[in-house]
């Protein structure tokens, strides 16, 4: 317990003393937490977003306005037969009006301004969750855009799983960008924590030439770096906060459009602790290693 003081009240000292090379290291914590901190904003929220639209349709035919209900039946036909539906819908053009002014409140006077009805009757079919991406699949997709009265068929999982490829892309490249920051922010952390050893070299060698215990010693050093890396951790939450308010607001009308202001949230709990964790200790590590080789 002794020590453990010993080491809380040298070590706030010492940033003390040193507030702007103290300051300097929380900066480099701050961006590279930011960093990793918002590429988990962005995927999770992106995947929180993929998983509810996989849920909706995956396959919308779309039938031309002439199209006759004997066209209608061979298309539902050919949709039961297929072997990978779980459920399908006819929604008519009368629905899909219907559906454009709920979901788009705002431009409902937009649409009553209209003369003729733009929107086309579908048959939206929801895939079977093990058939997913198979290719059976895209044999049907195939088939059902060659029958007569289609005029279009959209398979929503081919754009999911390009968009989900691309997610992977991006979260590999920003864990690398993150990585590469955290071991600068590592660096400027060891060399600040180097700069308040070598002011106090003399007496550490005199506290150790005397017998006292390595904690006495490197202790002091461990709480700076602990304390500069949860600063940071800490200051890049705040940061991430202020611009997913900022970016939330802004974006409210475009949200709500694509239905996804409700999926949206910002980092859980476990993660906001995590991100404080790594950053203290990355920066405990960076006073034990820096403490470590000059003893």
Same mark, same amino acid.
């Given at each position: 317990?002794?020590?453990?003081?010993?080491?809380?009240?040298?070590?706030?000292?010492?940033l003390w003393r040193r507030q702007t090379s103290s300051l300097l290291a929380?900066?480099?914590?701050? #961006?590279?937490?930011?960093?990793?901190?918002?590429?988990?904003?962005?995927?999770?929220?992106?995947?929180?977003?993929?998983? =509810?639209?996989?849920?909706?349709?995956?396959?919308?035919?779309?039938?031309?306005?002439?199209?006759?209900?004997?066209?209608?039946?061979?298309?539902?036909?050919?949709?039961?037969?297929?072997?990978?539906?779980?459920?399908?819908?006819?929604?008519?053009?009368?629905?899909?009006?219907?559906?454009?002014?709920?979901?788009?409140?705002?431009?409902?006077?937009?649409?009553?301004?209209?003369?003729?009805?733009?929107?086309?009757?579908?048959?939206?079919?929801l895939v079977k969750a093990e058939r997913q991406g198979s290719a059976e699949?895209?044999?049907?997709?195939?088939?059902?855009?060659?029958?007569?009265?289609?005029?279009?068929?959209?398979?929503?999982?081919? &754009?999911?799983?390009?968009?989900?490829?691309?997610?992977?892309?991006?979260?590999?490249?920003?864990?690398?960008?993150?990585?590469?920051?955290?071991?600068?922010?590592?660096?400027?952390?060891?060399?600040?924590?180097?700069?308040?050893?070598?002011?106090?070299?003399?007496?550490?060698?005199?506290?150790?030439?005397?017998?006292?215990?390595?904690?006495?010693?490197? =202790?002091?050093?461990?709480?700076?770096?602990?304390?500069?890396?949860?600063?940071?951790?800490?200051?890049?939450?705040?940061?991430? &906060?202020?611009?997913?308010?900022?970016?939330?607001? &802004? &974006?409210?009308?475009?949200?709500?459009? #694509?239905?996804?202001?409700?999926?949206?949230?910002?980092?859980?709990?476990?993660?906001?602790?995590?991100?404080?964790?790594?950053?203290?200790?990355? =920066?405990?590590?960076?006073?034990?290693?820096?403490?470590?080789?000059?003893?």
């Amino acid at each position: 317990m002794n020590g453990l003081r010993f080491s809380l009240r040298e070590g706030l000292s010492s940033l003390w003393r040193r507030q702007t090379s103290s300051l300097l290291a929380v900066t480099a914590i701050a #961006l590279a937490a930011l960093v990793l901190s918002s590429l988990l904003l962005v995927t999770t929220n992106l995947d929180r977003l993929l998983g =509810g639209w996989s849920s909706a349709a995956d396959v919308s035919i779309y039938l031309v306005d002439t199209a006759s209900s004997d066209q209608r039946g061979a298309v539902e036909a050919a949709v039961d037969a297929s072997g990978v539906v779980e459920r399908r819908e006819y929604v008519s053009k009368v629905d899909a009006l219907a559906r454009f002014k709920r979901d788009y409140a705002e431009l409902e006077a937009l649409a009553a301004a209209l003369q003729s009805n733009p929107f086309p009757a579908s048959v939206e079919v929801l895939v079977k969750a093990e058939r997913q991406g198979s290719a059976e699949v895209e044999v049907l997709v195939e088939a059902l855009a060659k029958l007569p009265g289609v005029a279009d068929v959209r398979y929503d999982r081919e &754009w999911i799983r390009r968009v989900t490829d691309g997610l992977s892309m991006v979260r590999r490249l920003g864990l690398l960008i993150g990585l590469i920051m955290t071991a600068a922010a590592a660096l400027t952390v060891a060399a600040v924590i180097r700069l308040a050893f070598d002011a106090r070299r003399e007496e550490i060698r005199l506290v150790y030439l005397v017998g006292a215990p390595y904690r006495f010693i490197r =202790g002091p050093f461990i709480v700076e770096g602990f304390v500069l890396g949860g600063l940071g951790a800490v200051a890049a939450l705040l940061l991430l &906060w202020v611009g997913y308010r900022a970016a939330f607001t &802004w &974006w409210t009308p475009t949200l709500s459009a #694509l239905g996804a202001i409700d999926a949206l949230h910002f980092l859980p709990l476990r993660m906001i602790v995590l991100v404080v964790t790594g950053g203290a200790l990355v =920066g405990s590590g960076c006073g034990f290693t820096v403490s470590r080789r000059t003893t």
